[in-house]
T-cell receptor, first 109, second 113 residues
Framework: EDQVTQSPEALRLQEGESSSLNCSYTVSGLRGLFWYRQDPGKGPEFLFTLYSAGEEKEKERLKATLTKKESFLHITAPKPEDSATYLCAVQWGAQKLVFGQGTRLTINP | EAGVAQSPRYKIIEKRQSVAFWCNPISGHATLYWYQQILGQGPKLLIQFQNNGVVDDSQLPKDRFSAERLKGVDSTLKIQPAKLEDSAVYLC???????????FGSGTRLTVV
């Protein structure tokens, strides 16, 4: 069965403390891997799409990387406003996304 | 560019009652999705439309859930009768026919009591 697993489930960091979130997948025929940010009471907000192993994308303090079996979301020198749930999703076949359970990130000032 | 619009934002109903949610996708997006997100979990696809045809409804509980997309634009998701386990956020998303520009609405939070 195609699966997407994110780790850790929750992560608490101090402001400025860099770390990485992991997304591993077993989907065959990957069309794209998506990262979303979700704030409480809101819908997921698009961050990145990665299409092939070795690809990297950056946005402010975030950098996403992709290998054949997993993706990492690196957060460099995070700020309290980076606190959110980060969702990973894989896309294959007829465009639908299959999501992991998310990582709840808390940045303490 | 206007985003994906959903209404209502919140709904509280008693079990066995019916409820309907509405979604207006981004203009020009041929594909529309309804996802269910239970607290603490990632979104799960319920149904996918391409224009006004159903592409995937394999995870839609068809004995109680129904959805339609008239004229290939707006969509309505209905639950009848609701169960306690239907309490969740119902997210609508849309994309181009090739799966680009995948954008989510703010969702409808349903509480079944």
């Amino acid at each position: 069965e195609d699966q997407v697993t994110q780790s850790p489930e929750a992560l608490r960091l101090q402001e400025g403390e860099s770390s990485s979130l992991n997304c591993s997948y077993t989907v065959s025929g990957l069309r794209g891997l998506f990262w979303y940010r979700q704030d409480p009471g809101k819908g997921p907000e698009f961050l990145f799409t990665l299409y092939s192993a070795g690809e990297e994308k950056e946005k402010e303090r975030l950098k996403a990387t992709l290998t054949k079996k997993e993706s990492f979301l690196h957060i460099t020198a995070p700020k309290p406003e980076d606190s959110a749930t980060y969702l990973c999703a894989v896309q294959w076949g007829a465009q639908k996304l299959v999501f992991g359970q998310g990582t709840r990130l808390t940045i303490n000032p | 560019e206007a985003g994906v619009a959903q209404s209502p934002r919140y709904k509280i109903i008693e079990k066995r009652q019916s409820v309907a949610f509405w979604c207006n996708p981004i203009s020009g997006h041929a594909t529309l999705y309804w996802y269910q997100q239970i607290l603490g979990q990632g979104p799960k696809l319920l149904i996918q439309f391409q224009n006004n045809g159903v592409v995937d409804d394999s995870q839609l509980p068809k004995d109680r859930f129904s959805a339609e997309r008239l004229k290939g634009v707006d969509s309505t998701l209905k639950i009848q009768p609701a169960k306690l386990e239907d309490s969740a956020v119902y997210l609508c998303a849309s994309s181009t026919i090739k799966g680009q520009g995948y954008t989510f609405g703010s969702g409808t939070r349903l509480t079944v009591v």
